[in-house]
C-alpha cells in the first residue's frame, strides 16, 4: 500500500468512523428520550394527583382523571414535542461541545502539545541542551528524506515517561511531541525508531482522524458533564420550601442523573472504538518504522525500555487521557485493557519486529548523550559583524559570505545523470529510505554552523528562503537585485547577504535547506508572511522567465501564509478525475518538460500525455502566474489523480533510465507543490 492509497484509507476510515459514532449518538439521543418521556409522565401524573387531592370534585378534576383512564400506554410514549425539543437539544449540544473541541485544537499540532503541556524546541537554544539538539537532528533527518515539511518539535519536560506522539490535520502542520524521559532514557537509534513511527502516522494520514476522535467523544462526553452541573444545582430549587416543588426538584435531579450515566456510557462506547481504530495503526506504525529505519534493534529498544519502566509510557498529565490513542506507548492505564486499550500488548509489538525476542525487558537509565553534531550550531550566534543592513549596500556586502561559505561538499554536479525508472517514483512518495536519511545526514553536515542557525531562525530564515529564489544565472540575478532595491527593507538587504553563499551550494543541497526554513517560516505572524510574498513574488517574476524550481518554493511560502489565515484547515479534494483537470495537468507537464535536460522535450510532454490518456495538445501560453494558477487546482486533487500526476512528472524527466540530479529536484519540488511528498530521488547513487 503506497502513501496516495494510505490518504485514501485514511478518508474512507474517516467515514466509517462517522458513522460508527453517528450510532453511539443515535443511542445516546434514543436513551435520552426515554428518560425525557417518563419525566414528562412523572410530572403529568404528580400535578393531575395534586389537582384531585386539592380540589377532587370539580368537573376539571373529573375530566382529567376520565382522560387518564382513557390514555393508552402508546400516548404516553408517543409525545412528538417532548421528542422534538430532547433530540433537538442533545444533537445541539453534543454538535456545540464537538466544533469548540475541534475549533480549540484546530489548525495545527501546537495546540494538542501546549495542552499537553509541551513547550516548542528553539533551535538555537537546543545547542546547550544535547538530548534536544539530537531529537531535532533525528527529526530534520527523516523529514528532508521523506519530502515532509520539518514539523515543530515540542518537549514534555514534566514528563519522565517514555512517550511521543504526533499531532496535526496535514503534515504541514504537523508537529512531534515528546516527552523528556524519552530523550534522556534512549539511544540515538532507539530514538530515531520512535521519531519514524511518529512519521508513518504523519503520512499515513492517521492524525486528522486522531483529532476527530478527540473532538467527537468531547461531544458525547458534555452530555454527562452538563448532567453533572445539573445533578450539582438541583437542590437550590427547594430553597423556596414549597411542598409543590418536590416533584420538579426530583424531576430535575432524576434528569440529571440520567445525563450523567447516559454521555458517560456513551462516552465508553466512543473509547472503544477509538482504542480499536488505534490499535489496528500501531501495527503498521511499527512496521513503517522498521522499513524507514532499516534497524528494528532501534525502535524494538525503544519499546524493551517502555516494558521496563514502572509506568510503561503513563503519562501523568490530566489531558493524557484525551490523547492516550495518539501517543507512541499507551499513555493511561486501563482496568480493561482488552477493550479499552489504545495500543497492542508491548510483547506483541516487540514480537512482531523481532520473532526471536527472549521475553525480557530493559529497565532504562538515563543516557550519557555525546555530541550529536551539535557543532552544526554555533551557541550565541549572532549576526556576522559584516553583515549590511543598509539599502545603498544591496549588491555589494561581502561580510556574511566569509562567514556561512560552507565547504565543498562531495557530491554529484547537477549535470551528471543516475539510473532511475520513472515507474519507481509514485511507490516511494511518502516514505523514508536508509539511504535518504544518509543522504540528509551528510548535507546537513556539510552546512556551515552560521547558514544552518539562519536556516533553523525564524527571523533570518526569511531571508534565507529569498536568496534560494535568486536565479544562477547572472543576467537574471542582477534583474532581481534590481527588484530588491525597490523594497525598503532590513529583510531585502539581509536577503543579499545570504545570495553568495547559498549559491555556493550544490543543487542537491539547496531543497534541504528550504526545507529547513519552511518550519521556521511558519513561527512567523501573518504581517511577517506577508512582507515575504510582497518580496518573494516579484523575484520569481522579475523577467517574466519561468523556473519551476524558484515557482514551487513560492508556492511553499504562500501556502504556509494560507494555512495561517485558514488556521491549518485545509478543504477537501475538488478534483476526483484527470479530466477535469485536463487543462492544468498540460501546463504542468509542459514546464516540467521544458525545465528538463533533453532537447526533445515536446516528446517528452507527448508521452506523458498520453499515461493521462490527454491529448497532447501544447498550451497557448505559458506564464508565471498561468502555472502558479495550475499548481493550486492541482494540489486540490485527490491522492489517486495526484499518484498518475506523480508518475507522468516522472515520466517527464527521466529518460531512458537516467536522470540529472536538477531534474530530480524539480520534480521533487514540483510533487510538494502538489502536496505529495517525495524523498531524494538521487540518494541511493550518493
Not at 215 to 238: D, V
Amino acid at each position: 500500500m503506497d502513501f496516495f492509497q494510505h490518504q485514501d484509507r485514511a478518508r474512507a476510515s474517516s467515514l466509517k468512523l462517522l458513522v460508527l459514532y453517528g450510532f453511539a449518538v443515535l443511542g445516546v439521543v434514543v436513551a435520552l428520550n426515554a428518560v425525557a418521556i417518563i419525566v414528562a409522565n412523572l410530572i403529568k401524573d404528580a400535578q393531575a394527583d395534586h389537582a384531585v387531592l386539592t380540589d377532587v370534585n370539580t368537573p376539571a378534576a373529573v375530566a382529567d382523571q376520565a382522560q387518564r383512564a382513557r390514555q393508552s400506554t402508546l400516548d404516553r410514549l408517543w409525545q412528538p414535542q417532548v421528542i422534538g425539543l430532547t433530540t433537538l437539544g442533545t444533537l445541539g449540544i453534543m454538535g456545540l461541545a464537538s466544533l469548540y473541541r475541534k475549533a480549540s485544537i484546530a489548525g495545527n499540532g501546537a495546540a494538542v502539545a501546549e495542552m499537553m503541556g509541551g513547550a516548542p524546541v528553539d533551535p538555537g537554544a537546543a545547542a546547550l541542551d544535547p538530548d534536544a539538539r539530537m531529537l531535532l537532528n533525528i527529526v530534520e533527518e527523516m523529514s528532508i528524506a521523506s519530502g515532509v515539511p520539518t514539523p515543530r518539535v515540542y518537549v514534555m519536560d514534566n514528563e519522565r515517561a517514555i512517550n511521543a506522539f504526533a499531532a496535526g490535520t496535514r503534515p504541514d502542520n504537523a508537529v512531534i511531541g515528546v516527552t523528556r524521559g524519552c530523550i534522556q532514557k534512549l539511544t540515538r537509534d532507539e530514538l530515531q525508531g520512535v521519531v519514524a513511527h511518529e512519521f508513518s502516522h504523519i503520512l499515513n494520514g492517521d492524525m486528522r482522524l486522531n483529532l476527530r476522535m478527540i473532538a467527537l467523544n468531547f461531544g458525547i462526553m458534555a452530555i454527562g458533564i452538563i448532567g453533572w452541573h445539573i445533578l450539582r444545582h438541583a437542590p437550590r430549587a427547594a430553597s423556596g420550601g414549597k411542598k409543590d416543588a418536590a416533584a420538579g426538584i426530583i424531576a430535575i435531579a432524576l434528569v440529571g442523573l440520567a445525563m450523567i450515566i447516559i454521555g458517560y456510557v456513551g462516552l465508553i462506547f466512543g473509547q472503544i472504538l477509538q482504542a480499536a481504530v488505534s490499535r489496528q495503526r500501531e501495527f503498521l506504525a511499527d512496521a513503517s518504522a522498521v522499513q524507514f529505519t532499516r534497524n528494528p534493534s532501534g525502535i524494538a529498544g525503544a519499546l524493551k525500555k517502555i516494558g521496563g519502566e514502572a509506568g510503561r509510557g503513563r503519562l501523568t498529565h490530566s489531558a493524557a487521557q484525551e490523547v492516550a490513542h495518539m501517543c507512541f506507548a499507551s499513555g493511561v492505564s486501563s482496568w480493561l485493557s482488552a477493550i479499552f486499550a489504545t495500543h497492542p500488548p508491548l510483547e506483541e509489538r516487540i514480537r512482531a519486529i523481532e520473532p526471536s525476542w527472549d521475553g525480557r525487558f530493559v529497565e532504562p537509565e538515563v543516557v550519557t548523550r555525546t555530541r550529536d553534531r551539535s557543532e552544526r550550531l554555533a551557541p550565541g550566534f549572532a549576526m556576522p559583524s559584516g553583515m549590511s543592513t543598509r539599502k545603498a549596500d544591496i549588491g555589494t556586502s561581502a561580510g556574511l559570505a566569509a562567514v556561512v561559505t560552507p565547504p565543498p561538499m562531495a557530491m554529484a554536479s547537477d549535470t551528471r545523470t543516475i539510473e532511475a525508472r520513472a515507474a519507481r517514483v509514485p511507490p516511494v512518495a511518502g516514505t523514508i529510505d536508509a539511504a535518504a536519511v544518509t543522504f540528509v545526514d551528510q548535507v546537513l553536515d556539510s552546512l556551515s554552523p552560521a547558514l544552518l542557525h539562519a536556516a533553523e531562525d525564524a527571523f533570518t530564515a526569511r531571508a534565507v528562503a529569498l536568496a534560494l529564489l535568486i536565479d544562477d544565472e547572472p543576467s537574471i540575478q542582477h534583474q532581481q537585485r534590481l527588484q530588491l532595491q525597490q523594497f525598503d527593507s532590513p529583510l531585502a538587504v539581509m536577503t543579499v547577504e545570504f545570495i553568495a553563499p547559498i549559491h555556493s551550494l550544490p543543487r542537491a543541497a539547496r531543497l534541504p535547506l528550504f526545507d529547513l526554513t519552511c518550519r521556521a517560516l511558519r513561527q512567523l505572524t501573518v504581517s511577517q508572511l506577508a512582507e515575504l510574498r510582497a518580496i518573494a513574488e516579484p523575484l520569481v517574476r522579475a523577467d517574466d522567465r519561468l523556473s519551476l524550481f524558484e515557482l514551487a518554493m513560492l508556492k511553499s511560502i504562500q501556502q504556509i501564509w494560507r494555512d495561517l489565515e485558514r488556521k491549518g484547515r485545509e478543504p477537501p479534494p475538488m478534483y476526483r478525475s484527470i479530466a477535469s483537470v485536463g487543462k492544468h495537468a498540460r501546463l504542468l507537464l509542459t514546464a516540467v518538460a521544458r525545465s528538463g535536460q533533453q532537447s526533445d522535450w515536446q516528446g517528452d510532454f507527448s508521452r506523458a500525455c498520453r499515461l493521462l490518456d490527454l491529448e497532447p495538445t501544447l498550451p497557448d501560453r505559458l506564464s508565471v502566474a498561468d502555472l502558479s494558477e495550475s499548481l493550486d487546482v492541482l494540489r486540490a486533487t485527490s491522492p489517486a489523480v495526484k499518484r498518475r500526476l506523480v508518475q507522468a512528472i516522472a515520466d517527464c524527466v527521466i529518460h531512458d533510465g537516467r536522470l540529472t540530479l536538477g531534474e530530480a529536484e524539480i520534480a521533487r519540488a514540483t510533487c510538494a507543490a502538489i502536496d505529495v511528498p517525495l524523498p531524494p530521488l538521487y540518494a541511493e547513487s550518493t
